[in-house]
Structure formats: C-alpha cells, structure tokens
C-alpha cells in the first residue's frame, strides 16, 4: 500500500505514519507529501526521510483547478492507494476527491460529529469540548468527502476530560491518542481488517 499525506503545519501525524511504516508495524509505504506551507515542519520532516514532497498551493497555482489537478497528478504520479489529510487546512478539490474517491483518510482530534466543521481546529475544539462541560472526547478518523469534518467514521477512540484540564493539557492527550489510532487503524487497513468502501 502506497500512502501520500498532505499536511500543513507541525507534522506530527505525518512523522507517526512514517515511523510506522519504516518499523514495519504499518505495511505500507509513505510515498509522498504534499503541502499548501512551503515552510511547513510536515515538509521538512518528509524531506529529511527522504521522501518525495511537494509545495502546492495558491501561490504556486492561482488558479483553483490547476492546483486541484497539479495535487490529483502528484499523488497519481506516486500511485498512491491511499491519500491521508494529517492537520491539512485546505479543502481538496474535485479531481483529487473523484480520483481518490474512498481512498482519502482524514483524521480530527474530536468525536465526530461533535466539535467537527469548517473552523473547528487546534485549540478551538479543545475549548468548545471544554465549554461544553463534555466528560469525554477523543480522536475521529474518518473519510473525506467534500465538506469539513463529515465523511463517514471508521475509527473513534476516546479519552476522559480531566478536572483542570486546558485546551492544552486536553491538546497533548488528544494528540498522543491521534498518534496511537492512525498506526493502528492504518496497519488494520494496510492488513484488510479494515475494509474501505469501494
Ligand atoms: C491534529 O490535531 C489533527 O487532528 C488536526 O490537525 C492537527 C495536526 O497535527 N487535523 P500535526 O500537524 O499532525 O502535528
């Protein structure tokens, strides 16, 4: 199985996914990545594996459709199975999700449907839960469709709220608890025991 990321910032999931892959625990193999950020610590870390990485965004592309298609044919041209959107804070456009249709995986530090949605990132989610008075949260990993945060669930873990808990403390659980469920739903899909819709 051949996985390509995209990812915007920190790329701590992008790191896992390699890790995993590299120690065998995920059977797969990372390809390529791909970021809107061309200063993105995602970019460099891929870069520094030695992995195929790629700057695309509006900047490179001002146009819309031809950045679609310049992302749709770099993950073509890696002959990704499976396309993973790691803390990507863009919307994919609709060459990329009708190529990869079923086979792009994103993943959201909430249990969705709660706390998912256009806007709802980083420390935000974390407050809202927190707001809330919510007694749990966790991690969602789910597929991509063309909206924010609503394609269908494939794995869910979760994790009490603490009393003192801030949008930080909560943030640094949340994170490790994203890291543990990728690889291992990733090395589920990789063996087929997780089984994408066609
Ligand atoms: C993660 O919390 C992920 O769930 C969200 O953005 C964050 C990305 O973190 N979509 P990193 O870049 O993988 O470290």
């Known amino acids: 199985m051949k996985i390509g990321v995209l990812a915007s910032h920190r790329g701590s999931n992008l790191q896992t996914v390699m890790d995993g892959c590299l120690s065998g625990v995920i ?5 390529v990545a791909i970021s809107n950020n061309s200063s993105s610590l995602a970019l460099q870390r891929a870069k520094g594996a030695g992995i195929a990485t790629y700057h695309l965004s509006s900047q490179t592309h001002p146009d819309e459709c031809k950045l679609d298609q310049a992302i749709c044919g770099a993950l073509s041209q890696h002959q990704v199975d499976l396309v993973l959107t790691l803390g990507y804070m863009k919307k994919l456009g609709r060459e990329t999700l009708s190529q990869f249709k079923n086979r792009i995986i994103n993943i959201h530090p909430s249990l969705l449907p709660k706390y998912g949605g256009h806007g709802m990132y980083g420390g935000r989610v974390h ?15 789910h597929l991509l469709d063309n909206e924010y945060d609503t394609g269908p669930v494939i794995a869910q873990s979760k994790l009490d709220v603490q009393t003192g808990d801030t949008p930080e403390t909560l943030a640094g659980r949340v994170l490790e608890l994203e890291h543990s469920l990728l690889v291992d739903t990733l090395a589920k899909i990789a063996q087929r025991k997780i089984l994408l819709p066609n």
């Open 27 to 31: 059977e797969a193999k990372l390809v």
């Open 127 to 141: 407050q809202a839960v927190l707001d809330a008075g919510e007694k749990e949260t966790g991690v969602s990993i």
